[in-house]
T-cell receptor
Framework: EAGVTQFPSHSVIEKGQTVTLRCDPI?????LYWYRRVMGKEIKFLLH????????ESGMPNNRFLAERTGGTYSTLKVQPAELEDSGVYFC???????????FGQGTRLTVV | DQQVKQNSPSLSVQEGRISILNCDYTNSMFDYFLWYKKYPAEGPTFLISISSIKDKNEDGRFTVFLNKSAKHLSLHIVPSQPGDSAVYFC???????????FGKGTSLLVTP
């Protein structure tokens, strides 16, 4: 069974550009999460989808970040325009209904220069 | 404001000995606690969890202990193996939500 996959694994963009990260959760997992780890800090929650609906987006840092999960399958996280402080590793995770144990993808390392 | 704290950034243990990783939390609404293990360039991997209605959960070489009154949990690995060398994250959730609050991690090195 395929795990959570994220694309790309690395992205280097200039300040002011747009980047879109993609996450494919484990098949059948209704819960999908985005997290971010800035260097030297803890992994921080960004938002939680249940199917295609945003259940909790309390961790989204500002309106430059837009997450979507059309059709309740894969999800995208767009950063527009990117700022230097957006650099970090973005993790996607998914879990089955009623389960708190989330399975994480390998992450996308975003560097804004 | 960090609600889950792992105060030891690193820990070194000899192979065969016990590794004890500690975690403290401040939010009394947390009711589910998890430990994740992370290797470089990989995502966190779920290791073991415990509900607040329990004080101990064991899975093979891994045991998690929860002390609710002290708002403290610990992960015991015994016997430790070199392959256990990784960063270990403590995480907590509560308020009927699934969002995980992570600590900063403890880097464990198990030496032969």
């Amino acid at each position: 069974e395929a795990g959570v996959t994220q694309f790309p694994s690395h992205s280097v963009i200039e300040k002011g550009q747009t980047v879109t990260l993609r996450c494919d959760p484990i098949s059948g997992h209704d819960n999908l999460y985005w997290y971010r780890r800035v260097m030297g800090k803890e992994i921080k929650f960004l938002l939680h989808f249940v199917k295609e609906s945003k259940q909790d987006e309390s961790g989204m840092p500002n309106n430059r970040f837009l997450a979507e999960r059309t059709g309740g399958t894969y999800s995208t996280l767009k950063v527009q325009p990117a700022e230097l402080e957006d650099s970090g590793v973005y993790f996607c995770a998914s879990s089955a209904t009623g389960n708190t144990e989330a399975f994480f993808g390998q992450g996308t390392r975003l560097t804004v220069v | 404001d960090q609600q889950v704290k792992q105060n030891s950034p690193s820990l070194s243990v000899q192979e065969g000995r016990i590794s004890i990783l500690n975690c403290d939390y401040t939010n009394s609404m947390f009711d589910y606690f998890l430990w994740y293990k992370k290797y470089p360039a990989e995502g966190p991997t779920f290791l073991i969890s415990i509900s607040s209605i329990k004080d101990k959960n064991e899975d093979g070489r891994f045991t998690v202990f929860l002390n609710k009154s002290a708002k403290h949990l610990s992960l015991h690995i015994v016997p430790s193996q070199p392959g256990d060398s990784a960063v270990y994250f403590c995480a907590a959730s509560g308020n009927s939500g699934y969002a995980l609050n992570f600590g900063k991690g403890t880097s464990l090195l198990v030496t032969p």
